[in-house]
């Protein structure tokens, strides 16, 4: 597609409830990012891919937040026995090359509301 | 998480006047960036910053990286209403290139 692509555009979970976020990102991108924006502030790095590898998860604030991208394409980002505390925007973004901000593109995110 | 220090938190405007901004850091990095962020969409790249001294234009935007690698610069001449947004800053460090660590942001608006 044209850019990455989001899905849902809005999300209200209640506490304890099992999510799922998807994103699309540019056709061929190579790599592509999570981060997390909460309510003003900047956005904040969950984890990164290459490919279908997750190369980096450093930013996954806990074991209920998992990331996959088995075929090097699409990715979900699947929150586990969500908490109030989860709820923020959550951005992906793709890049064509390897490991790099180079050519970075965001998608406009999903917000995620716990209630 | 890390976020990088920017002031003013927001600012108002008048139409036509300049704008400058600044994000500073405790750790030192070797790009800095300028995103623009509008409502209910991800932050879109300004200017990208590769050498300590730089000084970027991209049209009415000037960006500049600090010698001390520890802080960033962004100007806006003669505002204009589409302006209005949040403008981040965003670093990334040596050996971590997949990972931006972003500014707190500037909320900036522009009155008539």
């Known amino acids: 597609g044209a850019g990455v692509s989001q899905s849902p555009r809005y999300k209200v979970a209640k506490r304890g409830q099992d999510v799922a976020l998807r994103c699309d990102p540019i056709?061929?991108?190579?790599?592509l990012f999570w981060y997390q924006q909460a309510l003003g502030q900047g956005p904040e790095f969950l984890t990164y891919?290459?490919?279908?590898?997750?190369?980096?998860k450093s930013g996954l604030p806990s074991d209920r937040f998992f990331a996959e991208r088995p075929e090097g394409s699409v990715s979900t980002l699947k929150i586990q026995r969500t908490q109030q505390e989860d709820s923020a925007v959550y951005l992906c973004?793709?890049?064509?090359?390897?490991?790099?901000?180079?050519?970075?593109?965001f998608g406009s995110g999903t917000r995620l509301t716990v209630v | 998480g890390q976020q990088l220090n920017q002031s003013p938190q927001s600012m108002f405007i008048q139409e036509g006047e300049d704008v400058s901004m600044n994000c500073t850091s405790s750790?030192?990095?070797?790009?800095w960036l300028w995103y623009k962020q509008d409502p209910g969409e991800g932050p879109v790249l300004l200017i990208a910053?590769?050498?300590?001294?730089e000084l970027t234009s991209n049209g009415r935007l000037t960006a500049q990286f600090g010698i001390t690698r520890k802080d960033s610069f962004l100007n806006i001449s003669a505002s204009i209403p589409s302006d209005v947004g949040i403008y981040f800053c965003?670093?990334?460090?040596?050996?971590?290139?997949?990972?931006?660590?972003f500014g707190t942001g500037t909320r900036l608006q522009v009155t008539l």
């Open positions: 973004a793709s890049s064509p090359r390897e490991g790099t901000h180079y050519g970075y593109t």
């Open positions: 056709s061929g991108h190579v790599s």
């Open positions: 891919f290459q490919n279908e590898a997750q190369l980096d």
């Open positions: 750790s030192i990095f070797n790009t």
């Open positions: 910053l590769y050498k300590a001294g």
């Open positions: 965003a670093g990334v460090h040596t050996g971590t290139a997949s990972k931006l660590t």
